[in-house]
């Protein structure tokens, strides 16, 4: 569903991605992990089309994303981003509806398919009318996953979704995003700095440092056997004290 092939992306001398490949395929999902300044949010930018490669390729379904083509390939996407995203004058139901509006989608439609994500995310449906100041980090995180999904795309890109969730709503969240990865079979990309979260909600993660990918693995290969001294450092320094 998603490739990524031979990536390199720079901005003025700063090489920010180094011929980096990666495939995401239907259902599956992948975790990019990473210190900060690796390049984990520069890569998923460049799969939802918000930067182009220098060179390589980026395909969506089989289709490779140009400039040309980029409005029609980005509704086989639902971007995600820390704290929901969405414009504090708008309710929250108005933040959701823009998505199917921008694409002429009868209101009856609109509504129909609020109320199925709704109860997806469980977030009553009262909430909807209320402002983003309103709502608490987690339902902002949740309205931001239903304006994600109105159009039911095939692909799921997801920045740090959780990072300004405190520990408890973050871990609530976590068990509820899991849950939706499954029963949707979406293809997920979802950037975080989180070893352990990144092993609970991938089937694999990439691991990335100064703009290269360093190892591709399950978290548990990752903490087994580290591709070299870096991972052995990066996953060393998050399960200190972790029991892992």
Excluded: W
């Amino acid at each position: 569903m998603i490739r990524v092939h031979s990536v390199t992306k720079s901005f003025g001398p700063l090489t920010i991605l180094k011929n980096i490949s990666f495939e995401v395929a239907p259902g599956e999902t992948k975790a990019l992990l990473g210190l900060s300044g690796s390049g984990k949010t520069t890569a998923l930018k460049i799969v939802c089309g918000l930067h182009l490669p220098d060179s390589g390729s980026v395909e969506l379904g089989g289709e490779v994303l140009t400039r040309e083509n980029l409005r029609n390939q980005r509704r086989k996407l639902g971007y995600v981003i820390q704290d929901g995203g969405l414009f504090p004058h708008l309710t929250a139901r108005e933040n959701i509806s823009l998505v199917g509006e921008e694409v002429n989608l009868p209101k009856d439609k609109i509504n129909s398919r609020i109320e199925e994500l709704a109860e997806l995310v469980k977030i009553p449906l009262e909430y909807l009318d209320r402002y983003p100041r309103e709502l608490s980090g987690g339902q902002r995180q949740r309205i931001g996953i239903m304006r994600a999904m109105l159009l039911d795309p095939p692909i799921l890109l997801m920045d740090e979704p959780m990072g300004a969730l405190d520990p408890i709503t973050r871990q609530d969240l976590q068990v509820e995003l899991k849950d939706i990865f499954s029963r949707l079979k979406k293809s997920v990309l979802i950037v975080t700095h989180d070893l352990f979260e990144a092993g609970y909600l991938a089937d694999s993660i990439l691991l990335l440092s100064e703009g290269e990918l360093i190892q591709e693995a399950p978290m548990e290969e990752l903490i087994e056997r580290p591709a070299n001294d870096f991972v052995r450092l990066f996953v060393g320094s998050q399960t200190h004290g972790r029991g892992a």
